[in-house]
Each structure stands twice: as structure tokens, then as C-alpha cells.
């Protein structure tokens, strides 16, 4: 039996009445830019988030660079993240005209290793993205403290943990500005390009609505230069109907996440650990194991969606090549791109088809032994 490595189409068979209804209702309104079912979404969104505002925006990689440039970040600052991320984190940055700074990752949990964060502090750094990869929050408190004895902004990057809690806070609810891709493969995602800024703080959610619409107070009154990046309300219309369910399938991947925790717990592979207080969305289910390669061609051979997130990690990306990296200056994060491997996940998974996935990899270690 073929496993995907994500069901979109079965997602949409449970929603399709409704879903259809909600597009169609757009189209009939004819609102399709800033219309009702975006301010319905926006503020749906941020009472998920826990927080008071919620700007819809373009894409996840909008929605970082517009919150670094309503903190006011652009040329001769410097932000700090993770070396372990995709590289619309450090996109976001350098389009802003400030440097970044990367920090190794914990190797338990591939986020920012928050001992390490000091250090990259330099007097030019004015905020840092801690990023919750793979859908487990970031160990926020000693980001929170770090970052409130040297005044800088913290910005995450939650655009893999829509709805994961750490101590009881929403992703998305502990930095000043959060930011979210509904990119369709997410926890919640769209039927294209979207995504969200969150944020508590009225002054930068205002901020944001300017930049996001060309500095546009109202229709031809632009108090600044801004930019194009608004989400597009057929899209807030999709995202409307889902949200509703993404708790329910956020637990759902956790369900499948122990599912495949017991039955590869006697295999010679590193599953996923969870911090004391953290709960998980399990975006991605990230296994690691030395015979990477070989289990990748295994599994694919066999019709298992398999993924790598990611492969080739930022300090040795082509694009950043002559920026000084030295070959084993984020030594965790180096040596987990060669054995990472993200498995089939998606909230509609059954039992068996996680029974089909651990049981080819335990078969291709038994061939090995
Ligand atoms: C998906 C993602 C982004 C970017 O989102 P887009 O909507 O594709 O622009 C940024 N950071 C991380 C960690 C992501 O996974």
C-alpha cells in the first residue's frame, strides 16, 4: 500500500459543502481584496492565537519580513535565528536590509539552543526569530530572557506550529510579533499563498496594515511607501472554514505521532523528543538515523512519501556561500541535515496506513541486520 507523504485531496472531501459555499460566497460579493471574510478571519485567527491582532498578509515570508519592518529593523541592524530553519527565515531578514546571525540548535529538539543565544549578541542586534520547527515550540523562557536583557524584538517564526502550546502560551502569543504561512502543507493551510502576523501590540498591528496595502490610510492616502502583500479573501474564506477544525487535527497528528512512537521505539532510529510543557502539532514527524539515505530509497522505492527538511542546512546553502561560514560552526545542525528524515503526517492518517510505514522500516532494518 502507497502512503503519501500528505493527503490535500482527503482534507477537502470532509469539508467540500461547506468549503464550497464559502468560496462561492466570495465570488458572488465579488470583495476579493481586504473583503468581509478577511476581517472575519483576522479577528477568528487572533482569538486563536490568544492574542489581540491578527494582519493577514500575502505569505509566511511576507509576514516575517513586514513584521521586522514594522519593529522598525532595516539597514545596519542585526537579527539573530536558528541555523536550523528554511531559508524564508533569513530571507526575510536580509530583505529588510539587516544582516542575520545564525545560532546553533538544540539536538534534542532541532530549534535555538537558547545557551548559545548570548553570544551571537552583538551591539547592532535588534531582534531574534526563534522558529518552532517541525510544529514544537522553540524553549521560549530563556529566549524571553534573553532577549528582555539586551531589548530586542522577538519575532516567531510559527509558520510550522499554528495552535502548539509551550507552558500553557499559544505559538504565536510569547514574542512581540509572530509570524504564519498558510501555505497549502501546513496545519492550516490555504489553496495557495497566505499567511498572517499576530501580534498583542495595537501600535505594530497598525503598522502592519499600512505596510501590507501600500501605506494606504484610506483609498489614495498613503502615509508611507508600503508594500502588495494582502491575503487574498477567497483565501480567508478557505481559512475561515478550516480553522474551526485545526485543534481537532492538530490532536489528530499527535495521535499519530504515538501511533508511531510505540511501534518504532525498538528500532535503531531517534524519535521525536518533546520539552517538559511543550505540546506539539507535529507539522513534520522528524526521525533521525545514521542509514539515512538508504531508508529514504527504501521506503520511496516502496510508494512511502518520504521528505528531508531540510537537506542542505543554511550555513552550507549555495546562496550563502562566501558569507564566512566555517565547515563545523553549527556542528548539531551540520550533522542532522545528513540523518534527518520526515515520515508520512497529516491528521487524516489511519492506523494502518502508520502500520505500513514503521513496518517497511522495520523491515529494511531486519534486511540490514
Ligand atoms: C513555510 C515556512 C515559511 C514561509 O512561508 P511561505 O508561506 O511559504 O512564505 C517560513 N518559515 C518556516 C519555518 C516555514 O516552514
Request: hydrophobic content about 30%; charged content about 20%.
Given at each position: 500500500m502507497a502512503v503519501p507523504f500528505v493527503d490535500l485531496k482527503a482534507q477537502y472531501a470532509a469539508l467540500k459543502p461547506e468549503m464550497d459555499r464559502a468560496i462561492q460566497g466570495v465570488v458572488d460579493r465579488c470583495?476579493?481584496?481586504?473583503g468581509k471574510e478577511l476581517s472575519a478571519f483576522e479577528e477568528d485567527f487572533a482569538r486563536f492565537c490568544e492574542v489581540e491582532h491578527a494582519i493577514g498578509v500575502a505569505n509566511g515570508t511576507d509576514a516575517l519580513r513586514l513584521g521586522l519592518l514594522a519593529a522598525?529593523?532595516?539597514?545596519?541592524d542585526e537579527v539573530v535565528t536558528a541555523?536550523?530553519?528554511?531559508i524564508a527565515t533569513t530571507e526575510a531578514i536580509s530583505q529588510t536590509g539587516a544582516e542575520f546571525r545564525l545560532v546553533d540548535v538544540d539536538?534534542?529538539?532541532?530549534?535555538?539552543n537558547p545557551a548559545l543565544l548570548e553570544q551571537a549578541i552583538t551591539p547592532k542586534t535588534r531582534a531574534v526569530i526563534p522558529v518552532h520547527l517541525y510544529g514544537q515550540p522553540a524553549d521560549m523562557d530563556p529566549i524571553l530572557d534573553v532577549a528582555r536583557r539586551h531589548d530586542l524584538v522577538v519575532m516567531e517564526d510559527a509558520c510550522q506550529a499554528h495552535g502548539a502550546r509551550y507552558k500553557g502560551r499559544?505559538?504565536?502569543?510569547?514574542?512581540?510579533l509572530a509570524a504564519f504561512s498558510?501555505?497549502?502543507?501546513?496545519?492550516?493551510?490555504?489553496y495557495g499563498d497566505a499567511g498572517a502576523v499576530a501580534t498583542r501590540d495595537a501600535a505594530l498591528a497598525q503598522a502592519l496594515g499600512l505596510l501590507r496595502n501600500?501605506?494606504?490610510?484610506?483609498?489614495?492616502?498613503?502615509?508611507m511607501e508600503g508594500y502588495c502583500s494582502r491575503l487574498d479573501t477567497l483565501q480567508a474564506a478557505v481559512l475561515r472554514v478550516k480553522l474551526p477544525h485545526l485543534d481537532g487535527w492538530n490532536a489528530r497528528r499527535r495521535q499519530v505521532a504515538a501511533w508511531y512512537g510505540e511501534r518504532l521505539a525498538d528500532l535503531p532510529v531517534v524519535r521525536p523528543f518533546v520539552l517538559d510543557g511543550v505540546e506539539p502539532v507535529y507539522h513534520l514527524y522528524v526521525i533521525r538515523t545514521e542509514p539515512r539515505d538508504a531508508l529514504r530509497e527504501y521506503l520511496s522505492t516502496r510508494g512511502i512519501g518520504v521528505g528531508m527538511h531540510?537537506?542542505?542546512s543554511l550555513p552550507r546553502t549555495e546562496a550563502y556561500q562566501?558569507?564566512?561560514?566555517?565547515?563545523?560552526?553549527f556542528p548539531v545542525t551540520e550533522r542532522v541535515a545528513g540523518e534527518i528524515l520526515s515520515l508520512p503526517m497529516f491528521a487524516e492518517m489511519t492506523l494502518a496506513q502508520v502500520d505500513e510505514v514503521a513496518g517497511a522500516i522495520r523491515a529494511f532494518f531486519a534486511g540490514r541486520a
Open positions: 470583495d476579493f481584496i481586504l522598525g529593523i532595516g539597514p545596519g541555523a536550523n530553519t528554511f539536538e534534542r529538539t532541532y530549534n535555538l499559544r505559538a504565536g502569543s510569547m514574542g512581540h498558510f501555505y497549502p502543507a501546513k496545519n492550516l493551510g490555504a501600500h501605506g494606504q490610510k484610506s483609498k489614495y492616502e498613503h502615509v531540510y537537506p542542505i562566501g558569507r564566512g561560514f566555517r565547515s563545523g560552526q
